[in-house]
């Protein structure tokens, strides 16, 4: 699963449309992978919808985001407002990372057992 920031534009001096995170539950099909959406109407410089979107790679994650928060923008309620991207936050890439490290490397944070707390 994946976390996917969808940054909005909307007209100036326009709030965030209240109903928003539940305008993307009614959107979401069964193939965009939604399972929980978070709404931050007050981040800046631009507000986020935040989506938990089930995916095999972060790419996947990426386009059907985008797609659901393209498909709640096309109702009236967010007339004047655009999708300016929809990715992963930076973290994504290291936990990738981690997740197809060779087996035999160390854990992180581990430590020697000899109680002299050197990093390994």
């Known amino acids: 699963m994946y976390l996917v920031h ?3 534009l909307g ?4 709030p965030m449309p209240a109903a928003a ?8 099909r069964p193939r ?5 959406v978070t ?7 631009h ?3 935040g989506l938990y979107v089930r995916a095999a790679d972060l ?3 990426e386009a059907r985001a985008f797609a659901l928060v393209r498909r709640t923008l096309a109702t009236g309620v967010f007339d004047g407002w655009s999708l300016l991207d929809a990715h992963v936050p930076l973290v994504g890439p290291f936990y990738d990372a981690l997740a197809t490290a060779p087996a035999t490397a160390p854990a992180l944070g581990a430590f020697e057992p000899d109680g002299t ?3 390994v």
């Not at 995170?21 to 979401?28: C, S």
């Open 6 to 8: 969808a940054r909005l």
């Open 11 to 14: 007209p100036p001096g326009t």
């Open 21 to 28: 995170r539940e305008l993307v539950n009614v959107k979401a």
């Open 32 to 36: 965009d992978g939604l399972e929980h």
């Open 39 to 45: 709404v931050h109407a007050d981040a800046r410089p």
């Open 47 to 49: 507000p986020v919808i």
């Open 59 to 61: 790419a996947s994650a």
């Open 117 to 119: 707390g050197r990093q």
